[in-house]
């Protein structure tokens, strides 16, 4: 598939494969697990034509640190997984984040918890961008709620994880990985990152280096864990990124992630013709979490309503973000069918009468 602007008909999880391709990754290892199962497939038969690196892997186990040991070397490499598989690789990405070295991971979630099943469902917030492994760490997690975006933001991933030497993961949803859309892959529109100053190629002409997550010594690892956070801190600076709508005049600001965006903006839409004022909040960014935007509008006395499907997992970091200065309500499912945009307008309807004690 080549590099242009022409829109195509095209599977999410087979975006996510080629857009892969086209930001440079030259190994891949992974492991079939519905519904992201295509993404190996395609890059199965893909990679080898160019000469690049495919392992279809024993376990996820293996896949993931197949990929610390590829990304070790300054090459770009990734796997992709979904939710209970994801569960295993936790404690190799936190090896990853203290090692830092820039795995992409790309999680199209399932239903949970445990085993779960093939429905669409948001459950994984929690388990990546809190993390499910030991220690302080930090991982950049991005959530596209199209197919254009799996492809805009697998190339953002690949950049972000080499510029910051951290791992990033991408957080779409089945949904979105079995979903056809028309959309356009373009070039790559991020540089090169030089990693020569770091990745371990073999020191025939120089001094030999070492990665490692844990320190020799109390203060040497305290001070290594005080760096991590300190560039997490530069990432959340420059890297934050949400989306919104008619926020400016809203009274009530709906809010979710990923896929289920599609369905707040056009509620958001039903609610305006009724007379409620309603707006729209997505974060793309889940970490760094865009709290400083939410406070704000928080400030400016307009109410959320968090859009979910799960138990409320996105809802404590909105929660947080608001600080009390006003309300936050749920709307939400754990899994299966998609929150529909009648469900959401009388939620906000019942939110609005309760308000004004009608």
């Known amino acids: 598939m080549k590099n242009n602007n022409e829109k195509v008909l095209i599977k999410g999880n087979y975006a996510i494969a080629q857009a892969a391709i086209n930001a440079g990754c030259q190994c891949y290892f992974g492991y079939p697990m519905t519904p992201q199962t295509e993404i190996g497939e395609y890059l199965s038969a893909k990679m080898p034509e160019l000469g690049r690196g495919f392992v279809c892997a024993e376990s996820e186990l293996a896949a993931i640190n197949m990929v610390i040991g590829a990304v070790s070397t300054g090459v770009k490499a990734m796997t992709t997984s979904s939710s209970c598989a994801v569960a295993l690789m936790q404690e190799a990405l936190s090896y990853a984040c203290g090692d830092e070295v820039p795995v992409v991971l ?18 994984d917030y929690n388990q990546s961008v809190y993390g499910g492994g030991n220690g302080d760490y930090k991982i950049i997690v ?45 070039e790559n529109p991020y540089p090169a990152v030089d990693v020569s100053s770091w990745a371990l190629t073999g020191a025939k002409d120089r001094e030999g280096r070492a990665i490692y997550s844990c320190a020799p010594d109390e203060k040497k690892q305290i001070q290594h864990i005080y760096n991590l956070f300190k560039k997490f801190e530069v990432i959340t600076e420059n890297e934050t990124s949400y989306e919104e709508f008619e926020v400016e005049d809203a009274d009530i600001i709906l809010t979710a992630f990923g896929s289920m965006t599609r369905n707040i903006k056009a509620a958001m839409k039903v609610l305006r013709a009724k007379g409620i004022k309603a707006g729209c909040f997505r974060p793309i960014t889940l970490s760094p979490f865009p709290t400083q935007r939410i406070n704000e509008l928080a400030k400016q006395g307009k109410d959320f309503v968090v859009v979910e499907m799960n138990m409320g997992q996105m809802l404590k970091d909105v929660e947080y973000s608001v600080k009390g200065q006003s309300k936050v309500s749920l709307v939400n499912r754990p899994c299966g069918e998609w929150l529909s945009v009648e469900e959401i307008v009388s939620a906000v309807e019942k939110e609005v009468c309760y308000a004004a004690g009608v």
Do not use: H
């Open 142 to 186: 991005l959530a596209p709620s199209t197919v254009q975006e799996c492809i805009d933001y697998t190339y953002r991933a690949f950049y972000l994880a080499q510029k910051y030497r951290n791992p990033v993961i991408l957080l779409a949803d089945g949904l979105l990985g079995q979903m056809m859309e028309p959309a356009s892959f373009g």
């Open 106 to 123: 790309v999680n199209v979630m399932r239903a949970g918890p445990g085993l779960g099943y093939i429905y669409p469902a948001q459950g």
